[in-house]
């Protein structure tokens, strides 16, 4: 879930920006991916199960299309995977990122491979949701799922920089709140319109990304310092930014929701992901939180019962 300067981390934005970073946390919805052998592919994800007896079959599968991409880039053989997600689908908090570095970790193990380092992960998920996709991806949704925590990404020539930040993850848990609008959305096409503009030189792009990486560079030392009002404060002066970057990264169902926060006590939030749908992340003062919930309830939205977590990624072979 990112806090604050997200759509930096797709490359070059953040190289225009210097000193841009992410900064996000993880949370304890999780993804599971399961492998094993068998005589043909099969993917499993709830109701769903695709068969296919070439990679090229299961790749023109919108559900096995994931896997497909990852088996090539690792010359996996026919297994069946069953894959897991405790988030909303498109609720914007990086789900199928860390669906696609646990499919690379749980790939590894099946073929007995040494685990690559988080960055080697980060990058192929990366670059294989870009091949998937056609359009530019980041990469900092990936490292939560990897590294657990709250994560401070920052662009640098060469490779970013990742930092876990010293901050006390049952206290951050005690203020959040996380929401989810109703609304799917699709951060990839949404990003597009963004990434676009700010690569023509749009002026006020510019200007919107500058204030975003202005935010997100204030929460690193408010987070470390337990300073949650002003952390608040600087998550709805991102969203003030953010949500001019396009037409429909806000929308009524969001804003409706904020407002019904705010009118409780809350500090303030933001969309998570692109906006356009998907969820919320608010901070607010822990005896306002049970009103924040009922407010965002009686708004239409629906409270996710997650909490932050510093859980890495886990693998178990057998």
Not at 117 to 126: G, T
Not at 184 to 203: E, M, T
């Amino acid at each position: 879930m990112d806090l604050g300067g997200g759509t930096l981390d797709i490359w070059p934005l953040g190289l225009f920006h210097p000193g841009a970073r992410t900064v996000n946390v993880a949370i304890d919805l999780a993804v599971t991916v399961r492998i094993a052998p068998a005589p043909v592919y099969r993917v499993r994800q709830g109701d769903s199960l695709v068969e296919a007896a070439s990679l090229a079959e299961l790749a023109a599968s919108p559900d096995g299309s994931l896997v497909a991409v990852v088996a090539e880039a690792l010359d996996l053989p026919p297994v069946e995977v069953e894959l897991g997600s405790a988030s909303p689908r498109g609720g914007g908090l990086g789900a199928s990122s860390a669906m696609a570095v646990a499919l690379i970790a749980a790939a590894e193990a099946a073929l007995g491979l040494d685990p690559s380092p988080p960055a080697a992960r980060v990058h192929l998920a990366r670059d294989l949701e870009a091949r998937l996709m056609r359009l530019p991806t980041g990469m900092q949704d990936h490292y939560p799922g990897l590294l657990g925590g709250v994560l401070e990404i920052r662009s640098a020539p060469g490779g970013e920089k990742v930092r876990r930040l010293s901050v006390d993850l049952e206290a951050l848990g005690d203020h959040l709140v996380v929401v989810y609008s109703g609304i799917s959305h699709f951060s990839a096409g949404q990003n597009w319109q963004v990434v676009r503009r700010r690569l023509d030189g749009d002026p006020d792009s510019i200007a919107l990304f500058d204030g975003i990486a202005a935010a997100a560079a204030g929460l690193p030392e408010a987070l470390e310092k337990g300073e949650l009002p002003r952390a608040g404060a600087l998550l709805a002066q991102e969203w003030s930014f953010r949500r001019r970057l396009a037409e429909g990264v806000s929308t009524p169902e969001l804003e409706r929701l904020l407002d019904a926060a705010r009118a409780q006590g809350a500090w303030g939030g933001k969309a998570c992901g692109a906006g356009g749908g998907g969820c919320l992340a608010l901070l607010c003062p822990p005896e306002r939180r049970a009103d924040v919930a009922r407010a965002l309830e009686a708004a239409g939205g629906r409270v996710l019962a997650t909490r932050p977590t510093g859980r890495a990624l886990t693998v178990t072979v057998g």
